[in-house]
């Protein structure tokens, strides 16, 4: 590598860091830790790192101190674990200092792990982003030997979207003229996710057809050398209109099959995979199901609204119960009494938290009596198998008590749901 193309990419790097204003995030970096921080693109990885430098120098380091190297970056593609250090020698030639290292993206090189170890060892500050959940993997722990903190980066959540957006809120927001306000942001939320950067857009699809594109082509077809791009969109645009139904593997082949596309069950395995390394796709398992089936029918949610709802028309309860399993699914990373389950036997149960014994339906709306019925019906149904501690229907705004026999049950609206979690 040209150590000229280095030395700009560094000296831009820190130009960059100048022009940041920071935006608060409900996150805190532990004061004497190293990270990895992976998500999906665009969720805010890299604007994390910047706030951590803008931190640092508040503390009393020099901006010269930063070294940001992002690998999405034209200028290093093909870039090999071997030039690795190639940055910290062309560093110590534009300054004296003991860098600071930012590297984004750094899954883009193989074998970066090692590298990554090293500097660990040889004590230096570093925080390193990817879009690829095997960032997070045992094998990638193994070899960076408990020398990193390994985070989960999402887009905003409802809090941090109110936030981004002005909105402030205190205990009694759902009183007065607060509450149509968080409602109205609550729509876009519904609608378009939580992407920091698509805040500053007008035109949101496009936006996010242009993200979706860069994931599909870019972490997903190129990364894993997919050769039948047609069979792996068709996948997940099947995948997106199922989004309330649990999907074995052979139905979904056959969806795809449907449409005169060539493809097999273990190619359709794999192409879920490659979504779910991607941080585009998590799945949720049958509480119901034997442990082999576990693996093979699942309920297949995408990571945000906004990239889920490109495949949409007028699907208001599939984006609140895509947005109830996003929150519950981001909730369990801090607190694994969160873990959510579906439950498909019997009858039809959105999420279930058996660690707190809490049953939730997602709803949209309950003002079709049947509606009521069936929800209420299945909720009663799994309390007498297994015994509820908590029984809600989320819906957009709903919000009442329905007294039974057995059990209250308590219906929920979307943005205090969010906000409680």
């Known amino acids: 590598m040209n150590p000229e193309i280095l030395k700009n990419i560094i000296i831009e790097g820190q130009e960059i860091l100048r022009m940041v204003s920071p935006v608060s995030r409900n996150f ?77 993206e750094i ?34 722990a193994t070899t960076l030997g408990g020398r990193y903190l390994k985070v989960m980066v999402w887009p905003y959540s409802f809090p941090e979207y109110l936030k981004a957006n002005g909105c402030e809120i205190d205990h009694n927001w759902m009183y007065g003229a607060k509450r149509g306000e968080v409602e109205r942001w ?71 099959k449907a449409t005169g596309i060539s493809t097999n069950v273990a190619s359709v395995s794999s192409y879920i995979e490659y979504c779910k390394e991607a941080c585009l796709l998590f799945s949720l398992e049958n509480f119901a199901s034997k442990f082999v089936e576990r693996t093979t029918i699942r309920k297949h949610y995408f990571i945000d609204n906004g990239l889920l709802n490109i495949f ?35 009858v039809e149960l959105d999420f279930y938290l058996p660690a707190l014994k809490i049953g939730i339906q997602a709803c949209y709306s309950l003002a079709d009596s049947a509606t009521e019925e ?8 799994f309390h007498k198998k297994y015994g509820l501690n908590r029984a809600d229907i989320v819906t957009f705004s709903e919000e009442r008590v329905i007294t039974t026999p057995e059990l209250p049950i308590n219906v929920v609206p979307l943005s205090k749901f969010l906000l409680s979690l």
């Open 28 to 104: 805190e970096f532990e004061p004497h830790a190293r990270y990895v921080l992976v998500g999906v693109r665009q969720c805010g990885k890299s604007y994390l790192m910047y706030i951590r430098a803008l931190q640092l120098i508040k503390e009393g380091h020099d901006i010269r101190e930063m070294v940001f190297i992002n690998f999405d970056d034209e200028r290093l593609i093909g870039y090999k674990a071997s030039e690795l250090d190639d940055i910290l020698k062309a560093y110590s030639s534009l300054f004296d200092y003991r860098p600071i290292l930012f590297l984004d």
């Open 107 to 140: 899954q883009n090189v193989e074998g970066w792990e090692h590298f990554a170890r090293r500097l660990a060892n040889q004590k230096y500050e570093v925080y390193l982003t990817g879009s690829n959940a095997k960032m997070l993997s045992k094998e990638i």
């Open 186 to 256: 609550l729509k876009n939320y519904l609608l378009w996710g939580g992407f920091p950067e698509l805040i500053l857009f007008v035109n949101k699809r496009h936006w996010l057809n242009e993200l979706y594109d860069k994931i599909i082509l870019g972490d997903i077809i190129q990364r894993n050398s997919i050769k039948n791009e047609m069979a792996l969109k068709l996948s997940l645009r099947r995948l997106a209109e199922n989004i309330k139904n649990p999907t074995s593997l052979t139905r979904l082949t056959a969806m795809v």
């Open 312 to 346: 949409l028309t007028d699907s208001e309860t599939t984006l609140l119960e895509n947005l109830c399993a996003v929150s519950l699914h981001r909730k369990s990373f801090q607190d694994e009494d969160y873990k959510p389950y579906f439950y498909n036997k019997e």
């Open 374 to 381: 069936r929800e209420v019906r299945a909720l009663l149904t």
